[in-house]
């Protein structure tokens, strides 16, 4: 399974962007991808996931509402919908995917897959290269 980020970019604050993350090798239904960022001299944090088994999203507090994360199956591509963007979301953005576990349903997971950095390395197992994303006037 290969992850290809794109769509970063310069965006001034309050301004919009659209993060995709297309993935190619899947050979299963069931999977989720998660949205990652990681700012300069900081933790890589996750932001937001969805699952392909019945759509659920999560995400975390800090992007919640501003955020829309969707999937398009027939393009195995997942979107990161980002509005009204703040400096503080400046950060180098990643997907990565749960290909292995039993498929889930609901947001139980997904809060497992973004609860910690150290679970999320531990059940995402593939990673895209990242998409630079910076907010500034």
């Known amino acids: 399974v290969q992850l290809v980020e794109s769509g970063g970019g310069l965006v001034q604050p309050g301004g919009s962007l659209r993060l995709s993350c297309a993935a190619s090798?899947?050979?299963?239904?069931?999977?989720?991808i998660g949205w990652f960022r990681q700012a300069p001299g900081k933790e890589r944090e996750g932001v937001s996931c969805?699952?392909?088994?019945?759509?659920?999203?999560y995400y975390k507090d800090s992007v919640e509402g501003r955020f829309t994360i969707s999937r398009d199956n027939a393009k195995n591509t997942v979107y990161l919908h980002m509005n009204s963007l703040k400096p503080e979301d400046t950060a180098v953005y990643y997907c990565?995917?749960?290909?292995?576990?039993?498929?889930?349903?609901?947001?139980?997971?997904?809060?497992?897959?973004?609860?910690?950095?150290?679970?999320?390395?531990?059940?995402?197992?593939?990673w895209g290269q990242g998409t630079l994303v910076t907010v500034s006037s």
């Open positions: 990565a995917a749960d290909v292995d576990s039993p498929p889930q349903y609901g947001t139980s997971w997904l809060r497992v897959l973004l609860g910690s950095i150290r679970d999320s390395y531990r059940y995402l197992d593939v």
């Open positions: 969805i699952s392909s088994s019945d759509g659920s999203t």
């Open positions: 090798g899947l050979t299963r239904d069931y999977y989720v």
